[in-house]
């Protein structure tokens, strides 16, 4: 595999979620925010949920890799096409779950800032890592990964 054409690519994508949430988190102790909650479900218990969703979720996504022996380290190349698990409904179900673990980790800690960050990351796999991971599964896997595309969602 080629070296990563961004900087970044180099910092594993859990690591990117964790690194800003932890970049949240200074914020959060900084410049408290007041976390106002005025939906009748208690922001743990949703938290709760949504953390738990996103484990399984990520968890479902990186087992059906491993089930594929394929590589499960974002940017490395894979050597099986995995369409079938998660894969019918997301083109990326362990960066959904990532993503929903995250915001279920804000919401069971009450913390503003985390959840408000989170876009960026967000932004950064849809803008940088997630059009390079495409264009190698294109190039690997062709016209089978093309029609994948046009089937399922990018997201959800």
């Not at 803008?127 to 093309?146: D, S």
């Amino acid at each position: 595999m080629p070296p990563p054409s961004h900087p970044l690519l180099r910092v594993p994508v859990p690591w990117v979620f964790v690194l800003n949430y932890l970049v949240g988190v200074a914020l959060h102790r900084l410049v408290p925010l007041p976390f106002t909650w005025t939906i009748p479900v208690r922001p743990d218990v949703v938290g709760g949920v949504l953390f738990v969703l996103g484990v399984i979720v990520a968890g479902s996504g990186w087992w059906t890799f491993h089930k594929a022996g394929t590589t499960r380290v974002p940017g490395q190349v894979s050597s099986t096409f995995v369409s079938c698990g998660p894969y019918q409904y997301t083109r990326n179900p362990m960066y959904v779950g990532l993503s929903l673990g995250y915001l279920g980790e804000a919401f069971l800690l009450r913390q503003l800032w985390p959840a408000l960050l989170l876009p960026l990351t967000l932004v950064y796999l849809q803008r940088v890592v997630i059009p390079l991971e495409e264009t190698r599964l294109r190039e690997t896997f062709g016209p089978a990964y093309t029609d994948y595309c046009a089937r399922v969602r990018r997201w959800i």
